[in-house]
């Protein structure tokens, strides 16, 4: 039976995070007990690297994380960014060639769509050394921009759900449902991605109609897509990120506010 460690990231005098009343260790905290809860539900064993309002340095995270052991960390955060879009987003931390971390954030990732969080980046990290002093698979998932109401009311309209996505998205990642994907957990079979190049979001049908139109007459291949009451236009499929980044500067050039999105 796998093993999981949830690591709730910051805690007591390192409050992380902070917005109003706010402070991110306490969202972590609770995220990562909700979590716990379900994956134990799933007959997932649980262990924590903090259960209460504590400071725990890096060195003794990882010692403990490598006490308990397991098959797989995920330490719980939230992020803030000054420069907010309205776009919900997430971002995952890595370490260099770590795959079974990276299965688990596109798990997490595409099962937290359902919850609101409609962009989702996967990004290695040599610079954090949580990531690279553990001796098992790891991921730093940052649920969400902390300073920022509309995220603060996704994460609290959506406690319950968002950690139910994200306890399901563990669970896929350890507990394959086909012998296929097994294969590629265990043996590093590469995973084939595409890359698409999101614009938005807009408010307004006739507006993303009205900018879709001008962006296929660049000669890219566009979408609509609504989530909620906001509309995303997506450009393109792309095989290499290389070519998305490519036509994402020659958008951005073009005024337009953009992400890669990985599929």
């Known amino acids: 039976m796998p093993r999981v460690i949830l690591d709730a990231g910051h805690g007591g005098s390192d409050i992380g995070e902070y917005y109003k009343q706010r402070s991110e260790k306490n969202d972590n905290l609770r995220l990562a007990f909700r979590v716990g809860k379900f994956l134990e539900q799933y007959s997932i064993e649980t262990g924590y690297t903090r259960t209460t309002d504590r400071y725990l340095p890096t060195q003794e995270r990882v010692a403990i994380a490598k006490k308990i052991g397991g098959d797989l960390l995920v330490s ?3 992020f803030a960014c000054i420069n907010h879009s309205e776009e919900s987003g997430l971002d995952f931390f890595i370490r ?16 937290l769509y359902n919850c609101g969080y409609i962009k989702y980046r996967i990004i290695v990290r040599s610079d954090i050394p949580f990531l690279n002093d553990m001796d098992i698979p790891v991921l730093m998932a940052e649920i969400g921009y902390l300073r920022a109401e509309i995220e603060n009311d996704i994460f609290d309209n959506n406690f319950v759900p968002i950690a139910e996505e994200i306890a399901k998205g563990i669970c896929e990642t350890l507990l394959p449902a086909s ?9 590093g079979v590469t ?26 007459r660049l000669g890219h291949e566009t979408e609509i897509v609504r989530s909620g009451n906001q509309y995303m236009i ?22 337009y506010c953009t992400f890669i999105n990985r599929v």
Not at 179 to 187: F, H, L, S
């Open 76 to 78: 719980i955060h939230r």
């Open 96 to 111: 260099e060639n770590d795959k079974l971390g990276e299965v688990a954030a596109n798990h997490i990732g595409r099962d």
């Open 179 to 187: 012998p296929d994907q097994r294969g590629a957990i265990n043996y």
């Open 191 to 216: 995973v084939s991605y595409h890359y698409r190049i999101s614009i938005g979001p807009y408010h307004n049908y006739n507006m993303a109609m009205e900018q879709q139109f001008i962006i296929s």
């Open 234 to 255: 997506y450009v393109g499929e792309y095989e290499e990120l290389e070519e998305a980044v490519s036509v994402e500067i020659g958008l951005r050039r073009c005024g």
